[in-house]
C-alpha cells in the first residue's frame, strides 16, 4: 500500500513510523478515513493525523502522537480549525440549524 523513498523519509521523519506502521494503521482502519469512512483518500495517499501538541516546537513526531489515518477532506476541515473541539462543535450546530430551517 504505502510507497518508497520519499513516503518512507516522511513516516520516518515526521511520524516515527516504518512502512509497516503504516499499512497496519490502514488495515485496522479497514482502508477507510477514521472520521468519513470514504475508502478515497483524495490525495496520492491517506493524511496522518496526529496531535502537534504532543511534540510542541519539534518538526520530528515522537511516534506517539498518530491519532489515525483521514481523507484529504477532512484532515482539511479538522487542521482548518485548529482540533478545536468547540468550533467543530459550532459547525455541527450551524449545520443541523439550516438543515432545520429548509
Not at 37 to 66: E, F, L, R
Not at 76 to 89: H, P, S, T
Request: glycine share 14%; proline share 2%.
Amino acid at each position: 500500500m504505502a510507497g518508497g523513498g520519499r513516503r518512507h523519509w516522511d513516516l520516518k521523519y515526521k511520524y516515527a513510523m516504518s512502512l509497516e506502521d503504516f499499512d497496519r494503521l490502514v488495515e485496522e482502519q479497514g482502508g477507510c478515513c477514521g472520521i468519513c469512512g470514504t475508502d478515497k483518500p483524495g490525495a496520492a495517499n491517506w493524511n496522518i493525523d496526529h496531535d502537534g501538541q504532543c511534540c510542541p516546537g519539534g518538526t520530528k513526531g515522537c511516534g506517539n502522537c498518530v491519532r489515525g489515518l483521514l481523507c484529504r477532506s477532512c484532515n482539511l476541515m479538522i487542521g482548518y480549525a485548529e482540533d478545536d473541539v468547540v468550533v467543530l462543535r459550532s459547525a455541527i450546530n450551524y449545520l443541523h440549524a439550516y438543515r432545520n430551517a429548509a
